[in-house]
């Protein structure tokens, strides 16, 4: 019996090609990994909102930020899984979690409203990304129904957020 991979040793290897256990790559598993790295750098944001936010509106936002972080750590884990249900390990690495995403790290004290706006952003970039890669989806439907899932409920997040901000 071969030794488990340490996370570092997991951590090192890249998308779609030596990680894949059967040898292959794939446009979709490289997607996935981005789509995880983005959901991922999404709910810390958010959970960074939930935490570090002040002010009058701190007892609405607080558990709706709670509830969305939530949310988005169970879609990354759900995006980890659908990697490994294809054959492939799942990338580990905060700093791609960062860079992938472009979302920015924040510090306290936040101006509520303004990060809010900079939360719809960031969700209707990852909206964006998770419809172009479920396009190209035609010959795994289970994955595509997966991406329409998350682009749902990121739609939802979406409204709730903008209907407060207006
Ligand atoms: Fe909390």
């Not at 959901?39 to 570090?52: D, E, G, K, P, R």
């Not at 939530?70 to 990697?83: H, K, N, P, V, Y």
């Not at 990304?129 to 979406?158: I, R």
């Amino acid at each position: 019996m071969s030794p488990r991979p340490s996370l570092r040793e997991l951590s090192s290897v890249s998308v779609g090609g030596a990680n894949s256990s059967s040898g292959g790559s794939s446009p979709i598993i490289t997607g996935l990994q981005k789509a995880l790295n983005f959901t991922y750098a999404l709910a810390s944001f958010t959970q960074n909102l939930h935490w570090n936010m002040v002010g009058d509106q701190f007892l609405l936002l607080h558990p709706i930020l709670g509830d969305q972080y939530s949310g988005l750590f169970d879609d990354a884990d759900t995006i980890a899984e659908r990697i490994r249900q294809l054959d492939t390990f799942v990338v580990v690495d905060l700093a791609k979690f960062q860079s992938d995403s472009g979302i920015a790290v924040l510090k306290a004290p936040f101006d509520t409203k303004t990060q809010i706006k900079q939360l719809v952003e960031y969700h209707q970039k990852n909206i964006e990304t998770l419809k172009a890669l479920e396009k190209q989806c035609s010959e795994d439907l289970e994955t595509q129904n997966l991406l329409v899932d998350l682009v749902t409920k990121g739609q939802k997040t979406v409204w709730m957020l903008k209907s407060y901000l207006r």
